[in-house]
């Protein structure tokens, strides 16, 4: 829904007509897959960019002649020029993934630089002999699965539910998409994170891949290897605590 100035998230059908599409275009963090980072990626196989791109040109201009589409990077850079909600976010990163060394190298980007870097990967500085010897090529590792966007991030009536990754690898994937939503000066809505749940445990997960609105009252999960019963009793509790209020 377009408001006058931002799109409203209004989510209430798989089948509803597509006013607007939150996109990534995969670019360099695919192209700098390797056989030896692929299986931590959770690749059985390094994929051809060129192949993925043309594929994902094809989804984006059909898209494009249907609906308004933005791209990840774009929203993202929107939000991190506010210094506040960069160093924020930054923080949260860092912490997340145990890289605080490299927070100077980061917070030091312009707005354009670090959307990319916070997707693409930060290559490791050769500066010391621990680096040199490493058989890491990234101090920040690459977001090899961003452009599947709907698993960190999933609309859902007029609220978007961020997803707790199943792999701890895509864990930057739902910081990066929670701090978009909760700031984009382009898209206005309310977050469900479960990532920020202090009552869950370790075994709570949900991605949005398991996710179908069926209509604006039925909410479809499914269960597996990437939605635990955890996640779902996650969206259970939200519901009823939502439903009391």
């Known amino acids: 829904m377009k408001t006058k100035d931002r799109f409203t998230v209004d989510v209430r059908s798989e089948i509803g007509e597509l006013e607007g599409v939150i996109l990534h275009t995969p670019g360099l963090e695919i192209e700098n897959m390797t056989p030896e980072n692929a299986e931590r990626a959770l690749y059985s196989d390094i994929l051809n960019l060129s192949v993925a791109s043309k594929e994902h040109a094809q989804l984006n201009g059909v898209l494009k002649k249907l609906t308004k589409t933005f791209q990840v990077k774009d929203l993202l850079k929107d939000i991190i020029s506010n210094e506040e909600i960069k160093t924020d976010l930054l923080h949260k990163i860092c912490s997340n993934e145990d890289v605080f060394h490299i927070y ?10 670090l959307s990319k870097v916070l997707i693409e ?44 990754m199943a792999s701890q690898v895509r864990d930057r994937e739902s910081i990066i998409m ?10 206005n809505a309310e977050t469900i994170n479960a990532t920020n749940c202090k009552t869950c445990d370790s075994n709570t997960k949900i991605e949005g891949g398991d996710v179908l609105i069926g209509s604006e009252d039925i909410l479809l999960i499914g269960t597996g290897a990437r939605t635990t019963p955890q996640g779902i009793d996650f969206v259970i509790n939200h519901l009823k605590k939502t439903k009391r209020n």
């Open 104 to 113: 100077d190298d980061l917070n030091n980007l312009n707005s354009t630089e």
């Open 121 to 164: 990967g930060l290559v490791i500085k050769n500066n010391s002999l621990t680096n040199y010897l490493s058989k890491e090529r990234y101090s920040l590792r690459p977001l090899h699965n961003f452009f599947f966007t709907r698993d960190a991030s999933v609309s859902w009536n007029e609220k978007v539910l961020i997803g707790k």
């Open 178 to 187: 929670n701090a978009i939503f909760n700031h984009s000066t382009i898209i």
